[in-house]
């Protein structure tokens, strides 16, 4: 704990940029295997090598042609990446693309998560004000019930039917001829 400036000891919490940071870096970590085995899987597959090299590719093209662009360049023809280095441009993109998915995967599952544990949090708060709001009425009608019973005249005026019933009740004698209030 500490001292603030207006005298109120508080706790001092961590912060959860730092604790997201390990996180992302032990996402990150655990998700180089995978992206590991996505590499290789590029360089011996067939098919999977083929759809590496067109997406390398591509991104080659898309990423030369924007360079050009903001350099105030126009490019016509853009010179395609020798088969080995379209591969492995591929192949890793294809394995960022996987920890970024594992990344995304994972907060994912953490904000549904968090939102369920929020939601319950509100259901329980809702169903305490339900019953505090329940009390309240329970406590006015019984306040008002003694207060016509102990000033009856200041409240005949304005008596309404159900609180005149609730009256009746609390004053009523049962089968042997005792109130409730005197049990």
């Known amino acids: 704990q500490r001292q603030s400036t207006w005298g109120i000891r508080s706790r001092v919490h961590v912060s959860m940029l730092p604790i997201f940071k390990v996180l992302t870096l032990l996402v990150r970590q655990l998700s180089k295997p ?16 083929a759809q590496c090299i067109r997406f390398a590719q591509f991104w080659h093209r898309f990423e030369t042609r ?3 662009r903001f350099l105030g360049y126009e490019t016509r023809v853009v010179t395609p990446l020798r088969e080995a280095h379209a591969v492995e441009r591929g192949a890793e993109i294809a394995g960022e693309f996987t ?37 309240v009425n329970s406590l006015q009608l019984s306040n008002e019930r003694l207060l016509r019973v102990v000033f009856p005249e200041e409240y005949k005026q304005e008596v309404k039917p159900d609180v005149v019933a609730l009256i009746n009740f609390s004053q009523t004698t049962n089968e042997e001829g005792v109130a409730p209030s005197q049990l």
């Open 34 to 49: 995978v992206a590991a085995r996505v590499k290789l899987r590029a360089a011996e597959h067939p098919k999977f090598r």
């Open 66 to 68: 924007l360079s050009a």
């Open 99 to 135: 920890i970024f998915s594992i990344a995304v995967a994972v907060l994912g599952y953490e904000y549904a998560r968090s939102s369920a544990k929020d939601a319950e949090k509100e259901r329980k708060l809702d169903e305490k004000l339900a019953q505090l709001r329940k009390d």
